[in-house]
């Protein structure tokens, strides 16, 4: 039986949640507030663009190619013979370029850049470093998190393209050279199918630029959040990449149904 | 001057500081006697609005500094400075670059003349110029300290804040530290609150004396008009505290 206290730890949670909402968007109003001041913490903006894409390259890098070469080995395998082998490479690349690597991309780099995001911030808490940014007449939010959301919103889509023409580098090269399943000019013709550059757009654009501001935002907020010591920072590292995974998988269904 | 009357801060329904009335004069020394745990660091914190208090007004030069916007609130903290008691260096900037970030923000400076102001700073802790580059992880925690009272002068302050400056120091930093806060404030004619637990730093720094106790100050005055009763507290609380 389910007795008072299962109803006031529900309570509780709930609470905690929508207050845990109401301050991401607050968060968010104060970065927004921040961007005036722009060229004054541009030299923060630049180190987080340069973090939020070179740093990244590599891990990039590794994933889009391996996700090139799945979807193209899934595809391939899962063809009927009653399919134009073209038509088959159409679906390969617009489901890696729309959905596979932006998504998978978007959960690799919330662990990452989420992850470190909510450490550095929430050591720069508990070390009382960002008080220190207060007594330096330094604005927290436009010093440290208006970058970062910045850069995010600028700099996932940058990397997602880089990614993009590498799964589909990746794609041409196994199909066309491995396994010779289909010809160079087959593979092109199935990438010319059907094009829309809205879709291309969706998938190398729009989506990375949300998920990208949701790592930065949520990886911010959870670091500002950081209470005690090295358990506190570990516990908002965890929930930054937990939280942020949610909101891309959620956002992706979204967008989808939205814009396409 | 500072000017505090009735500051209250809580937290979670336990009352920190009851009622805090302090005056503190242009150009003297105070130090904030009082056990762990008594708000000493909630005081100095809330007055310059680092932690927001409960109740109570604080003015700064007859400017009520509560009801500052956040703009104000930045362009007030320009004239103040504030000592971390764990020193607070930017962990993501090397020396130089800690040293640095107040003047680039927000002076009109030329590189060579903020690298002039980094080492003329340094100088006076008595640091050499191979610190510029080490990361605060790559200082002993009394170099970090004098690193970040470096900091502190280079904003030329009206007012400094120190939370705790000896603590954790060995007796020679200790005593380097006390002699550093003390040329510090003649030499930028600031106001200094002191925050501490360390005796022999009241004795050698001190103009005036505040001791807090259960959230109020029950006593302030020159170190000499310090009762014996008084004293006889302020030595129990020294020796919980290495000093």
């Known amino acids: 039986m389910l007795d008072r206290k299962f109803f006031e730890n529900l309570g509780e949670k709930g609470i905690n949640f929508f207050t845990a909402v109401y301050e991401i968007f607050l968060l968010f109003i104060d970065s927004l507030k921040a961007i005036p001041k722009i060229w004054f913490y541009r030299r923060q903006l630049v180190e987080q663009m340069y973090n939020f894409s070179a740093k990244t390259l590599p891990i990039a890098a590794i994933i889009s190619i391996f996700v090139g070469l799945g979807s193209t080995v899934q595809g391939t395998y899962q063809s009927s013979s009653l399919i134009p082998r073209y038509v088959v490479v159409n679906v390969i690349f617009k489901s890696t370029v729309i959905e596979l690597s932006p998504v998978i991309l978007a959960l690799v780099l919330a662990g990452k850049l989420g992850a470190s995001l909510a450490a550095e911030i929430g050591s720069m808490k508990i070390s009382e470093q960002i008080e220190a940014l207060e007594t330096m007449s330094l604005d927290p939010v436009g010093f440290l998190i208006m970058p970062r959301v910045i850069a995010g919103l600028i700099m996932l889509p940058v990397i997602t393209i880089f990614a993009n023409f590498l799964a589909i580098f990746s794609s ?36 990375p ?8 935002l949520i990886g911010s907020y959870f670091g500002l959040k950081t209470k005690g010591g090295a358990k506190g920072v570990g516990e908002s590292s965890t929930l930054a990449v937990v939280v ?12 989808g149904e939205l814009l396409l | 001057m500072i000017e505090v009357r009735g500051l209250k801060k809580q937290f979670e329904g336990k009352e920190v500081l009851k009622g805090v009335d302090l005056e503190i004069y242009d150009n003297e020394t105070l130090v904030i006697l009082g056990p762990s745990g008594q708000g000493k660091t909630v005081m100095i914190k809330s007055m310059i609005r680092l932690m927001e208090p409960d109740g109570g007004e604080i003015y700064f030069d007859g400017e009520d500094i509560r009801k500052l916007n956040r703009r104000e609130l930045e362009d007030f903290r320009k004239k103040i400075a504030y000592v971390f008691q764990n020193s607070a260096l930017f962990d993501f900037l090397d020396v130089r670059e800690n040293l640095a970030l107040f003047l680039r923000m927000h002076k009109k400076l030329k590189e060579d003349e903020i690298e002039e102001k980094i080492v003329k700073a340094l100088s006076f802790v008595g640091l050499n110029d191979d610190v510029l580059d080490k990361y605060p992880e790559e200082l002993s925690g009394g170099m970090k300290k004098r690193v970040a009272i470096a900091r502190a002068m280079i904003k030329e302050p009206k007012y400094i804040f120190y939370d705790e400056p000896t603590t954790g120091l060995d007796k020679k930093n200790a005593e380097l530290v006390s002699n550093l806060i003390m040329v510090l404030k003649e030499k930028v004619s600031a106001t200094s609150i002191i925050v501490t637990h360390d005796i022999e730093l009241m004795e050698k720094v001190s103009d005036r004396v505040a001791l807090l106790k259960d959230g109020k100050i029950i006593f302030i005055g020159k ?9 006889e507290y302020l030595y129990s609380i020294g020796d919980t505290y290495e000093v």
């Open chain 1, 244 to 255: 942020s995974a949610i909101m891309i998988v959620i956002f992706d269904y979204y967008l």
């Open chain 1, 172 to 207: 041409f090269f196994v199909s066309t050279v491995v396994s010779q399943w289909v010809t160079a000019h087959e593979f092109i013709n199935g990438l010319k199918m059907d094009y829309k550059s809205f879709e291309i757009i969706f998938g190398c654009m729009v989506k």
């Open chain 1, 209 to 216: 630029s949300v998920y990208g501001f949701f790592i930065a």
């Open chain 2, 223 to 231: 170190k000499e008009e310090i009762s014996d009763e008084t004293l």
